[in-house]
């Protein structure tokens, strides 16, 4: 278990690595860093600047192992399009409204999903079953920036029963969070639906029905319990999805977190807010992915032997 | 008839690449007729575009601008038209700019098709060379790519596109790169665990008793036994990389204005949402639809081509 977690932990943080390369060799293969990292509005004096701050004038390798110090304090250096503010400082100030409208959009995901799983694996081949299937299949095929602005036109233009965007109180989250989560819905039910199928068939479940206790309590204490185990694990997938998906959904709904800043800066070509924005998802991301792993080998030994 | 050739799988006789009488057992178990009609309907508006398009998708009627779909009846108030009625020579209505809707879905259709055939196969291929490297010679090599597939595979996919996008500049070449460089490393993964699994084969070993080279082995013995996962594979990707070629042009870090492509036409529908609904509502409908047959497609074919991967 020791072995498999100190190889996954080394695993994530080249990872991590590669994206710094990724992050550092964009500015640079494109010719000209300047090109990418300064506005087109700049001014000779502001490229001096950032050329002896940033010390372009070295060679590669000084300049990636001065980037990676400056990363790893979490320093990229000074937004261009707010002047003053610092990129790591944007992005910390941001992060608390995406990881609102995510979680949100968690609760949302799981309390339609679970239901809905253990009804479609318990009622296998009914109507009931076929609804959850085109929810799923619907999920998957639909793309998330589309079903927010179907969201917006319908309960926020039409009916007038949300805001259209901005944030406030919950009744902005609604949309954003059902177009952010629907896909997870999709890919949640579809594990949670499976798994019971797995336990639905195994002896415990037999000698509990043979015992006399009702159907409901069957399926939804001693079932449910076992079967939530690998969608539980699944979760940090789940909430990394959520993280990475709300680029898309901040951008329709005009919800002000990371992936507006991102998509604005990428349209400013503030490219320092850029790296810390890529910098900071991937990190959540990554450690998202090494917890779900290590928990995973922990429920189950076959994983750690692999 | 059915008696097994020493040396052959099953499954390779059933790949599209056997020939002869196999090939004709092959068609008849898995009826290709389903699969040309959806793949022509599909592929028909792409190819044939600027004969079915009713409009020039880039023509501008500023006179024409905004117009709904032609069952939308017009708004009278007071004897004084408030808002336009549809007509039927722009069926699904109009844009800002007076451009057909319909004309630019048709012709969007084209964007889509280029970018995911293009992207998958360059992707696939990439992919398809290191899976068969890293699972065939093993060892270091194999080490070294897998490494990177683990890194590439635990990055959050669609920033990294923005990213990227964004530090080339948005361009028809630069999505198609983008996508292939994501998508590569889902090959490789998927080639190299059957590359080891046909690498222990008999038939393998004999090969290489009989002198033949690793190339040839790997072109001629373990590469035929890998095409149906990749067909499966390509086909439930085609969907995927729609989606995330209509979200990258969404965000204004993929096809260029003014380019009929789905995912533009939305974020312009976006923008119009108060006014002119159907903007927005068609080119999404559109990708649903084909993403949604795509996929079926896809789950079709994995169930008669690779079962083992089939899921409860």
């Known amino acids: 278990m020791q072995r498999y977690i100190v190889i996954r932990l080394a695993q994530s943080l080249f990872a991590l690595w590669g994206v710094s390369i990724i992050v550092f060799g964009l500015a640079r293969i494109t010719g000209d860093p300047m090109d990418v990292i300064l506005p087109l509005e700049a001014t000779a004096e502001h490229r001096q600047q950032i050329t002896e701050q940033w010390g372009l004038?070295?060679?590669?390798?000084?300049?990636?192992?001065?980037?990676?110090?400056?990363?790893?304090?979490?320093d990229f250096g000074d937004s261009l399009k707010f002047q003053g503010q610092s990129a790591?400082?944007?992005?910390?100030q941001r992060l608390p409204a995406t990881l609102q409208l995510a979680s949100f959009s968690l609760i949302i995901s799981v309390a339609i999903a679970l239901p809905l799983g253990v009804l479609s694996a318990v009622k296998r081949d009914t109507p009931l079953d076929y609804i959850g299937k085109i929810i799923a299949l619907l999920g998957q095929s639909m793309p998330s920036f589309w079903l927010g602005v179907m969201l917006m036109w319908i309960f926020a233009v039409h009916f007038k029963l949300f805001p259209v965007y901005g944030t406030g109180g919950l009744r902005h989250m609604v949309l954003p969070a059902?177009?952010?989560?629907?896909?997870?819905v999709a890919a949640l039910m579809r594990l949670v639906r499976s798994s019971m199928l797995d336990i639905l068939d195994s002896e415990f479940v037999k000698l509990a029905r043979i015992k006399g206790l009702p159907e409901w309590k069957v399926t939804w204490k001693h079932c449910l319990r076992n079967a939530a185990i690998v969608p539980l694990t699944y979760f940090g997938v789940i909430g990394a999805a959520l993280m990475t998906g709300a680029v898309v959904i901040e951008s329709v709904f005009s919800w002000p977190g990371?992936?507006?800043?991102?998509?604005?800066?990428?349209?400013?070509?503030?490219?320092?807010?850029?790296?810390a924005v890529v910098i900071v998802f991937s990190t959540i991301f990554i450690t998202a992915n090494l917890v779900v792993d290590i928990l995973y080998a922990y429920l189950d030994p076959r994983i750690r032997l692999r | 008839m059915a008696t097994e050739i020493p040396g052959v799988t099953r499954k390779a006789l059933w790949s599209p690449l056997a020939r002869g009488r196999d090939s004709l057992k092959?068609?008849?178990?898995?009826?290709?007729?389903?699969l040309a009609i959806l793949v022509l309907i599909l592929l028909a508006p792409a190819i044939f575009a600027p004969l079915i398009a009713p409009h020039n998708p880039n023509e501008v009627v500023l006179p024409n601008r905004l117009l709904p779909p032609a069952w939308v009846g017009e708004t009278v108030v007071d004897g004084v038209v408030v808002k336009k009625g549809g007509s039927w020579e722009y069926f699904l209505g109009t844009d800002k700019l007076g451009r057909d809707v319909l004309s630019r879905i048709i012709y969007g259709a084209r964007i889509s098709v280029a970018v995911s055939l293009v992207?998958?196969?360059?992707?696939?291929?990439?992919?398809?060379?290191?899976?068969?490297?890293?699972?065939?010679?093993?060892?270091?090599?194999?080490?070294?790519i897998m490494r990177v597939v683990d890194m590439s595979l635990g990055l959050p996919t669609i920033l990294l596109a923005l990213v990227l996008a964004a530090a080339v500049g948005p361009s028809l070449t630069t999505v198609i790169a983008v996508i292939a460089v994501l998508l590569w490393a889902r090959y490789a993964r998927q080639v190299r665990g059957e590359a080891l699994a046909i690498r222990e084969r008999d038939f393998i070993s004999r090969a290489r008793v009989a002198g033949a080279s690793p190339l040839r082995i790997i072109i001629r013995?373990?590469?035929?036994?890998?095409?149906?996962?990749?067909i499966v594979l390509a086909t439930l990707q085609i969907?995927?990389?729609?989606?995330?070629?209509?979200?990258?042009?969404?965000?204004?870090?993929?096809?260029?204005?003014?380019?009929?492509a789905w995912g533009l036409m939305v974020a312009d529908g976006r923008e119009l949402i108060f006014v002119a609904w159907w903007v927005a509502l068609f080119p999404g409908l559109a990708i649903l639809l084909t993403v949604l047959s795509l996929n079926l497609l896809g789950d079709w074919l994995r169930d008669r081509l690779d079962p083992k991967q089939r899921q409860l």
């Open chain 1, 57 to 74: 004038d070295r060679p590669l390798p000084v300049q990636y192992v001065a980037f990676l110090g400056n990363a790893l304090r979490g």
């Open chain 1, 88 to 92: 790591m400082g944007l992005v910390g």
């Open chain 1, 178 to 184: 059902i177009a952010l989560g629907w896909f997870q």
């Open chain 1, 258 to 275: 990371t992936g507006l800043l991102a998509v604005d800066s990428i349209r400013a070509r503030d490219y320092q807010v850029v790296q």
């Open chain 2, 26 to 34: 092959w068609a008849r178990r898995y009826p290709l007729v389903p």
């Open chain 2, 119 to 144: 992207s998958i196969i360059f992707g696939g291929l990439i992919g398809t060379v290191l899976g068969l490297a890293a699972g065939y010679f093993g060892g270091p090599t194999d080490a070294v």
């Open chain 2, 221 to 230: 013995h373990v590469f035929p036994n890998l095409v149906n996962t990749l």
């Open chain 2, 239 to 260: 969907g995927y990389v729609i989606v995330l070629e209509a979200s990258l042009s969404f965000l204004g870090a993929g096809i260029p204005r003014p380019t009929p």
